[in-house]
Structures are given as structure tokens and as C-alpha cells.
């Protein structure tokens, strides 16, 4: 498994590219706005295809960056209990920046209502990256995740 922390955007908000060793496939752990770029550049270095985007959270900081990839077909994954700004992300306007675009977000896969996982003896709450890089390293990427967490 690898992991390429990046810390993107105006503000420096964290993000995570995933991939596994000799793998084509990678998942970006959010997207902060002005970093589609970077990603973009990581991805065709390490010859690899962007298959899924997860979001932690609602935020503008970490949605606002999905509308730099256009043609991205794979699947977007949030959590229900911050619908409301993945959809309407104005809300957030008044503590965004001014020259930011925010455009609503298309989830396709909603993580499970329930906040809390547990993994063997360890409990899990999906509410920051960290987690959900802590929560991989038990597993093998995105698809064996997605298919038992996502609803």
C-alpha cells in the first residue's frame, strides 16, 4: 500500500492519494480546491488512474477541489450527515473564499449512517483522513472497503 500525503490548496488542507504496490488504480482522500493539478500530476508519474474520491466531510476545504476533474467517472463517496453541504455548498459561503466557485457535489456511494466502525478491538469514527488511512492499512484499497462500508 502506498500513501502520498498532500497538503493542498489555499489553505494546506490534507488530502491522501492511495494506491497499491504495482497497482493502476488510486483513491484521493479529499479534495481541496486548486489542487486538482498536483493530483493530476502525481497520478500520470506514478501511471495510475483516479478510480475513487472520498470525502470526509462537507466543507468547503475538501469538496471544492472535485470540480477540477470534469471527466472523472469512478465513484464519489461522503457521509450522509453532511448531505446538505455536498449539496448545496453556498451554505459555506460566508466562511469560503471570496473568489472560490462552490458547485454542488454528486455523491454516488454514501457511507453507512452509522458513525462509528469497528475493526477487531479497534473503534473507528469517519470524520478526518487520518482515520481512513489508519482504517486501510488493515485492508487492501478501495474496493474491499467500499464494498463492506458503503451503503
Known sequence: MCCQKLELGPISTNAFLLWED??????????????????????SQKN??????????GHWDHIAGVREFPQFEGKLIGHP??????????????????????????????????PIWTYGEEKFQ???AQVIVRVISHFTL???????WVM
Open 48 to 57: 495510475l488512474k483516479l478510480n475513487e474520491i472520498w470525502l470526509t466531510h
Open 142 to 148: 478501495s474496493r474491499k472497503i467500499s464494498a463492506s
Open 126 to 128: 469517519f470524520s478526518t
Open 22 to 43: 504495482h497497482g493502476k488504480e488510486a483513491v484521493l482522500i479529499d479534495c481541496p480546491p486548486f489542487g486538482g493539478n498536483e493530483v493530476k500530476e502525481l497520478l
Open 81 to 114: 450527515s453532511d448531505q446538505i453541504l455536498f449539496e448545496k455548498p453556498e451554505l459555506m459561503s460566508s466562511f469560503s473564499l471570496p473568489e472560490l466557485v462552490l458547485e454542488p457535489v454528486h455523491i454516488t456511494d454514501w457511507l453507512r449512517m452509522d
